[in-house]
């Protein structure tokens, strides 16, 4: 499987963003897609994930309310809505599959067997 994220780029607090992964190669149709980012000198953390079989999605508190991630079965594509953006969401964003993954431990990096390349998102102030 490979991934390829796009969509990043330079915006404003409080502005919107769609992040685009787009999946080729042996896709697969259970498990879970998930976005991870990492930000200036933090660690790589969960942001969102989707149930390939089902659609249910998770999200990480800090952007309940705020991020949308979804689904295009046919096009192989997930997304990730991010709307009110503040300088803690600067980082670089990794789309991420999960074939494998249990709903325990789909917020866990070491779940994710594929990884897109990353997209930067900076939020200026």
């Known amino acids: 499987v490979q991934l390829q994220a796009s969509g990043g780029g330079l915006v404003q607090t409080g502005d919107s963003l769609r992040l685009s992964c787009a999946a080729s190669?042996?896709?697969?149709?259970?498990?879970?897609m998930g976005w991870f980012r990492q930000g200036p000198g933090k660690e790589r953390e969960f942001v969102a994930a989707?149930?390939?079989?089902?659609?249910?999605?998770y999200y990480t508190d800090s952007v309940k309310g705020r991020f949308t991630i979804s689904r295009d079965k046919p096009k192989n594509m997930v997304y990730l809505q991010m709307n009110s953006l503040n300088s803690e969401d600067t980082a670089v964003y990794y789309c991420?599959?999960?074939?494998?993954?249990?709903?325990?431990?789909?917020?866990?990096?070491?779940?994710?067997?594929?990884w897109g390349q990353g997209t930067l998102v900076t939020v200026s102030s």
């Open positions: 991420a599959a999960a074939p494998h993954a249990i709903l325990s431990t789909l917020r866990s990096e070491r779940a994710y067997d594929h």
């Open positions: 190669g042996r896709t697969f149709s259970s498990g879970y």
């Open positions: 989707i149930r390939l079989n089902g659609g249910n999605t």
